[in-house]
């Protein structure tokens, strides 16, 4: 699948990139709309200690479902990959997640 992949501070490469292995209850999604936010141009131009090139960049997003389930539905995903365990995800407060992290 194609990609816009952050390479080095201030070059990004628009390439070919392995369809990710799916685990179960994940899906693909074929993109129809994203946004470039602030945190997006602070990792592009290399301020971000945390985004480390090569990635793919981009957490505002949204697109139909290709392969998994809800195959078909348009959606959009939730940046933050919450632990699901902790005593703020129990309380539905998950941007303090113990373990959580972020894509793109
Ligand atoms: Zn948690």
Not at 38 to 61: K, Q, T
Request: hydrophobic content about 35%; proline content about 8%.
């Amino acid at each position: 699948m194609k990609a816009l992949v952050y390479t080095a501070p201030d070059e990004v490469i628009y390439r070919d990139e392995p369809a990710p292995a799916l685990d179960d209850g994940e899906v693909v999604l074929k993109i129809e709309a994203v946004g470039i936010c602030g945190s997006d141009m602070h990792a592009y131009h290399g301020h971000d200690p945390r985004r480390v090139p090569p990635m793919i960049l981009g957490h505002e997003f949204c697109g139909t479902i290709v392969e998994g389930p809800g195959r078909g539905r348009r959606t959009t995903g939730n940046p933050l990959i919450a632990c699901g365990v902790c005593e703020f995800c129990a309380q539905a407060a998950t941007t303090c997640a113990r373990t959580g992290r972020w894509s793109g």
